[in-house]
């Protein structure tokens, strides 16, 4: 955590003092945070030394806890705005009325020996207001001084500094100037300083609305479980609960840690998370997340993760970091602003010295006028702050959606992606086979058919024998024993239970047993080309059964790759599954390119094929079997239920298992990106609009010459308009179509 950085300028000062310190291999600041990300082996005492010679102050975040962190830093700021309303009040309070008697009232000239008394103790009144109000200021400008750099600091205080010395040499020896130049500006020094403090103020209040998802995710987590310890339920502190703990939750509480039911059935609104609105069915051996809330039974689970180690706390830690990173463009804004107050100081001395040799009597009066508005108009605080803040509302944002982003870059990449790669199994599809359709050829009833096929498939491990299993426990059949099992390689399986035969295979298994089957050749071969696998099921060898089982299309796939493809990305489809598979599904969700039979290493290379082409590729997969593709691609999409977030290999995770996930990311980065740009633009357009403007370009024209005043209250709004402007995106909402 940081003290003492005023601007943009400060930041690749901090950084780059950071990054010379031994150990340090990357060290990234969040101007809007006030906070410094550094990745090394280090020791704290070494970085904070390097900031203070660098002439900052420093302290490392030791909280025990995020929301510790986070009060820390609620009450840092509201003491620092408190003291900035403060030091406002006294510096207007001799700032304005001396402003509206400039204005009113009669000239701020010194021509008498009573009007040098008063003028006097006024310019003493404003030293007065230097020190207490603007101190900040000239210590900061000090430091920056002392270690060869310049700030916003320095700015301010040159300009207030220029202009309140100016004005007392016309108060101590009025003569030595003529009488036209004979004009004081105190209340300029007082308005500055006063404004710009309004400025910081304003821009810490509204920079606090930016941490507002963090303090949501972190608000999900409990703060007490109910462990079951010797037959009782005992309340403890969330910080307590010990890894294999059973934990009792009740209707409406929230879940306190990540682990897995082992008793009572319930449905979890798990929708703070992953942003799905429909409460999940938990029963024995499914796992529960901390932060999501029991609605309707009363379960116990066993504690498998805890404290850091939980899915919410990987996510708030991923959150934090992505927030603090910068992406590239802000990285621009960076380099630009560590130039930006030496050039300032330069294009100030210029105009001076062009009023003092070209400029209409009082000459040296528009010189120091001049300069101390150009010096005042110039403060780049809003180049620094118009990157993070959009960035740090951005990534909240879409943790909001159950939309993870891990970076800055990926952040501004997704933005610009031309070409989506989806894989076909658990992406596109549930990823679990089921059985879709029960084809009766005899007087056997679905019910009787599921019980004999499921109990003949019971001792088999192939996925398609799991579905049939659990279709027929989901109707709550009951399976019975078989004898003589018998596996019949490439061709299926046979038994007999309760004194039936039983034969569950293919086409080439029925034909072999001599079971006719051929007016169903047909049948089968129509659910083939829908995407499922027909199999063949007989009894006593009589054929009473087609059975079809498939990789069931997520129920909101189809829309969202539509919406996708509305947005102009082009959707390419990878799939490990045959091509006749992949053609069915590919033809169902409205994809014109796939490539079917690939193996792990063929997903990479087509990314690297379409990446030649020229595409900007995103990839989307689970994270494992696909994780060569998501490490190649531009930006990788992992596709995870939010019970393991931290999957190494991708950029961004979609927490839930729809797709919408992906097109909310994309719609979420494009609006930060254009965010950052409005920001930028604003910051860069005001510095070079005013600069200009203030050194008097438009005096020989109209005669206009911009007051210092006005370019204290422009320069502390500008700042303020940044911030407004990035919390905007807070009302951001996805269109679903």
Known sequence: MIEGASCASCVSKIE?????????????????????????????????????????????????????????KDKADWAYYKKLMRDMTIALLLGVPLMIYGLVIGEMTVNTNSERLVWFTIGLATLAVMYFSGKH???????SLKNHSANMDTLIALGTGT?????????????????MARHVYFEATAMIIGLINLGLALEIKARG???????????????????????????IPIENVMLKDFIRVRPGEKISVDGEVVEGHTAIDESMLTGEPMPVEKQAGDKVVAGTINKSGSIV????????????????????????????????????????????????????????????????????????????????????????????????????????????????????????????????TEGEPKVTDVLLTKNYSRKEVLMLAASLEAGSEHPLAMAIVDSAKAQGIDTKKVDGFRS??????????????????????????????????????????????PMYFAINNTLAAIISVADPIKSDSIAAIARLQKNGIRIVMLTGDNRLTAQAIAQKVGIKEFVAEVMPEDKANKVAELQEEGEIVGMTGDGINDAPALAHANVGFAIGTGTDVAIESADITL?????????DAIAVSKAT??????????????????????????????????????????????????????NRLRLFKAKNH
């Open 137 to 143: 200021f000239y210590v900061g400008a000090y430091n």
């Open 163 to 179: 202009a309140w010395l100016y004005s007392m040499v016309v108060v101590a020896v009025p003569e030595l100037l003529p009488t």
């Open 209 to 235: 609305k930016t941490s507002e998802a963090i303090k949501r995710l972190i608000g999900l987590q409990a703060k007490t479980a109910r462990v079951v310890r010797g037959g009782n339920d005992v309340d």
């Open 655 to 663: 927490m839930r298992g729809s797709l919408h996930g992906l097109a």
């Open 301 to 428: 689970f066993q504690a498998t993760r805890v404290g850091k180690d939980t899915a919410l706390a990987q996510i708030i830690n991923m959150v934090k970091k992505a927030q603090n990173s910068k992406p590239p463009i802000g990285r621009l804004a960076d380099a630009i602003s560590a130039y930006f107050v030496p050039v300032i100081m330069i294009i100030a001395v210029l105009s001076a010295l062009a009023w003092l040799n070209f400029g209409p009597s009082p000459a040296l009066v528009f010189a120091i006028v001049s300069a101390t508005t150009v010096l005042i108009i110039a403060c780049p605080c809003a180049l620094g702050l118009a990157t993070p803040m959009s960035v740090m509302v951005g990534v909240g944002k879409a943790a909001e959606a159950g939309v993870l982003i891990r970076n800055g870059e990926a952040l501004q990449t997704a933005s610009k992606i031309t070409t989506m790669i989806l894989d076909k199994t658990g992406t596109i």
């Open 16 to 72: 780059k003092a950071l990054r010379a310190v031994n150990g340090v291999t990357k060290a990234e600041m969040n101007f809007a945070q006030r906070t410094v990300s550094v990745t090394g082996s280090v020791q704290g005492a070494a970085l904070i030394t390097a900031i203070e010679i660098a002439g900052y102050r420093a302290k490392v975040d030791t909280s025990d806890s995020e929301q510790e962190a986070l009060d820390e």
């Open 673 to 726: 990106l254009a965010n950052i740009k409005q920001n930028l633009f604003g910051a860069f357009i005001y510095n070079v609009a005013g600069v200009p403007i203030a050194a008097g370009v438009l005096f020989p024209f109209f005669g206009l010459l911009l007051n210092p005043v006005i370019a204290g209250a422009a320069m502390a709004f500008s700042s303020l308009t940044v911030v407004t402007n990035a």
């Open 488 to 533: 019949i390689a490439g061709k299926g399986v046979q038994a007999s239970c309760e004194g039936k035969a039983l034969l569950f295979g293919n086409e080439k298994l029925m034909k072999d047993k001599g079971i006719v089957i051929e007016q169903y050749i047909e049948k089968a071969q129509e659910f083939a080309q829908e995407a499922k696998t």
